[in-house]
């Protein structure tokens, strides 16, 4: 980190360096309250060195990044939740303009925010319109829906849990640490001003932490609100950090029905589809919050969003690891599994195939076939009983159908050989 400077229109200001005992963005957002007046709504963060700055335009719902004094570019967001603005203040002091680019989307121009605007208050004034009690259950779940639907376009969504497991694996070991298998199951967890831990099994079942004590969910004082963010959690992941010891990355806090349960501020499954825990979209729809509320962005997709994952992205978007320690993490993790695995059995890998172009699909992100897409049970008929056994005889991981999915369906992970045959097919 570097020093920054605060500022606001009424000429207040304070200088923030870094190794203090008070992080930029409580810093920052104490100034902000402690000058916020009716005539005094706007206040900077600013990089005078990187010529970088963030600004909070509190009269107007707005935020704006800017880079560089001269000829500058100047991007703006809508405030969309409280939780904005720790989020953001927090993501500029540790990187920047850059670092918030995962947190738009970012408008070019004040006309485009302005239009953005209206449309964004438009809703807010619908979904706040005095309704009976079946309207406001249904606008609840309009807007939980809205969550799920921003969920499903996020990094981690679209990353393949393989390639998700690898780059864990490596960022494990560059924070000095070992992925550890105990029955099965591997856990993968870093350090990061916050936490990442994940617990994968064999099978390709998985559930994903991150623990950003700076989101308004970071407070576990309340254990039966923070357990409730778990709710919706399949019995066999939530068994991974109930009443389990202690680790370097992980904080056990008292469960309200007794033992303990690892401390979360985002909880993503993956024993189908990735997804948020019912609990935690619960907790975000209630209290008004967005997805970077979880801390996801900041602590784990910077390390996702790139499509080479090499020494020198790590670097730049992990600057409190040394060059050293990213390097011994590189060296220490195996290959790709792609690299290494074993040829499919031909015959089965042909049968599977001719049934993916019957009746399947890739999801729009590639991390899954989809097959016998909106059959029941009876409309799939023996051929599902046919694709299962292939399923199993080539390895391929099958997880859980989304919510809403026809009884019949088959979500299967993607696999590279696969891949490469079916190029013959599509």
Known sequence: ?????????????QEWLPGGIQSAADAFLEFVAQHRRADNTSFAMEDEVG????????????????????????????????????????????????????????????ESFLQARSAHLEQRAAHGAPRGGAERERGRDERGEELRSEFDRSVLRQTHPREL??????????????????????????????????????????????????????????????????????????????????????????HPDGGTLVAATGIFTFSGPCAMADGLATRLQGDGLGIESTGVGRLLERFLAVRDFTPA?????????????????????????????APLDREALTSFCKIWADSGYNDRWDVHYVLFDSRTLEEAGPARDDLLELVRTLGLERVDTP???????????????????????S
């Open 1 to 13: 980190m570097r020093p920054l400077t605060f500022s606001d229109d009424k000429d207040n200001e």
């Open 51 to 110: 010529e970088e700055a963030l600004l909070f335009m509190v009269d107007i719902g707005a935020i704006c990044r800017v880079k560089g004094w001269q000829d500058s570019h100047t991007e703006y967001r809508i405030v969309t939740n409280s939780g904005l603005h720790r989020t953001l203040a927090a993501e500029f002091a540790r990187g920047g303009f850059a670092a918030l680019d995962l947190h738009g989307p970012w408008l070019p121009d004040v």
């Open 165 to 254: 497991r690898r780059r864990l694996e490596v960022l494990t070991r560059i924070d000095g640490r070992e992925p550890v298998t105990v029955s099965g199951v591997t856990h993968y967890g870093y350090a990061a001003d916050g936490t990442v831990n994940a617990w994968f099994a064999a099978n390709g079942r998985g559930l994903v932490l991150t623990f950003d004590r700076s989101s308004a969910l970071g407070s576990t004082k309340d254990t039966r609100a923070h357990a409730a963010l778990y709710d919706g959690v399949p019995a066999d992941l939530l068994a991974l950090v109930r009443d389990v010891p202690a680790t370097g990355t992980t904080l056990n806090v008292p």
């Open 403 to 425: 919510r809403g999915a026809a009884t019949g369906e088959v979500w299967v992970r993607t696999d590279p050989r696969v891949d490469v045959e079916l190029g013959n097919w």
């Open 313 to 341: 992205v790590v670097a730049e978007a992990g600057e409190w690891w040394s060059p050293e320690d990213i390097a011994k993490g590189f060296a220490a993790t195996p290959a790709p599994d792609g690299e290494q695995a």
